[in-house]
């Protein structure tokens, strides 16, 4: 029987268990995926290693941590200093990141994007970033503060705290900032968001399972729009893919986890 985890804090909320779980059982895969309240990041690699695990996932506020805990870092992971999955390949800790293409594949609805906002500068918004510029979509980055927008002025995004935002036009606007998450903040201010709202197609939240304050605000305003629960289906099946190595086929996963949505 193989050993998988989710490690964040918080993690009750997580539905990985359950998505992962849904495959390992429909296919008879030997696994079991369960979930870890980490609080001191810095003791991510010894936890995974004392637990026996094969592979976790990551999620706030871990991953740039879970990044400086791999032994080899691998693809788009290793341009985005971003780790949301790991593996255990030999007693190495072997890290990727899955949150990005997840993200891609929630978002193919939309259709054709070419100019986008994220609101929030932390990990999420790293790998989401990195991989809309590698598609050639404009990037527009805000954070309530200035200390982590450095690295997205230097890959080439445009970039500004709440201080010094001036408003544009996009075609798709990014929550992923944790406010809403467990509590009913929204990711900037009111005044801010209401005026940001009028130029844009599309929103889209990372946060899934609950209508957060700020996709409230979108439906208001009769922007469509979605929660993070395709992005969240996206990345598992990516990380599932990963964790099974080839045992199982790709297009078997999805249909499993899928299911595990309307459970
Ligand atoms: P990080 O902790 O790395 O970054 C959080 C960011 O949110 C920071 O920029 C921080 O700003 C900002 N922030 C936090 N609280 C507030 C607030 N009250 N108001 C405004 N800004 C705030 O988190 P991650 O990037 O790892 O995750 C972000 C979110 O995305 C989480 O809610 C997570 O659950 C979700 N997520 C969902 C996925 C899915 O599959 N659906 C996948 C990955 C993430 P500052 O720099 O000023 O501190």
């Given amino acids: 029987m193989r050993l998988f985890a989710i490690f964040g804090d918080p993690v009750s909320h997580s539905r990985s268990p359950l998505m992962h779980n849904s495959v390992f059982k429909a296919l008879n895969y030997k696994a079991c995926y369960t979930r870890v309240n980490l609080v ?13 695990l094969s592979g976790a996932n990551v999620t706030v506020p871990h991953k740039e941590e879970a990044f400086r805990a791999c032994d080899e870092v ?6 985005v200093g971003v780790v949301n999955t790991l593996i255990n390949e030999n007693g190495k800790l072997i890290g990727y990141n899955t949150d990005a293409d997840g993200f891609m594949f929630a978002i ?8 986008v906002l994220i609101l929030g500068a932390g990990g999420t918004a790293k790998a989401l970033a990195s991989r809309f510029l590698q598609d050639g979509i404009k990037v527009s980055v805000l954070n309530r503060s ?8 230097e890959i080439g995004c445009e970039i500004s ?16 900032t944790s406010a809403g998450l467990k509590d009913e903040e929204l990711p900037a201010p009111k005044e801010m968001l209401e005026e940001i709202l009028t130029k844009t197609s599309f929103v889209a939240d990372a946060i ?15 922007i469509t729009y979605k929660d993070g629960a395709d992005m969240l289906l996206g990345q598992g099946i990516l990380a599932n893919k990963l964790f099974v190595n080839k045992e199982l086929n790709k297009k078997d996963i999805k249909t499993h986890m899928q299911r595990s949505f309307e459970l």
């Fill in 40 to 52: 001191d990041g810095s003791k991510l690699k010894e936890t995974f290693f004392a637990l026996k």
């Fill in 74 to 79: 691998r693809g788009f992971a290793k341009t």
């Fill in 108 to 115: 193919e609805e939309f259709g054709s994007i070419q100019k």
């Fill in 146 to 153: 200035e200390k982590r927008l450095s690295y997205f002025s």
């Fill in 161 to 176: 705290s709440w201080d010094s935002y001036k408003s544009k036009d996009y075609d798709l606007v990014v929550n992923t």
């Fill in 208 to 222: 899934y399972g609950k209508l957060t304050p700020f996709l409230t605000l979108a439906k208001e305003h009769n």
